[in-house]
């Protein structure tokens, strides 16, 4: 349904024009499967548990802090 109307226009573009959309048209087109190729390639599966044991928390972290007690 868009593209009728997207040749009826381009037709009525002169053909300097018409060569510029057809420029833009590649463009997009090449922008388009580049994008797709990189992301299809370097999507990669998370794994669970790889940080395990790398990363701690102590045990008073929800506890208020000393230094903002004067705002409370």
């Known amino acids: 349904m868009i593209q009728p109307a997207i ?31 990189e992301t299809e390639t370097s999507v990669k599966k998370r794994q669970a548990g790889l940080l395990e044991g790398k990363i701690w928390m102590a045990d008073d972290f929800d506890e208020p802090l000393e230094d903002l007690k004067d705002y409370r």
């Open 7 to 37: 040749l009826e226009k381009l037709a009525t573009l002169p053909e300097a024009l018409q060569t510029e959309v057809l420029h833009y048209i590649e463009f997009l087109s090449a922008r388009y499967t580049d994008t797709n190729r």
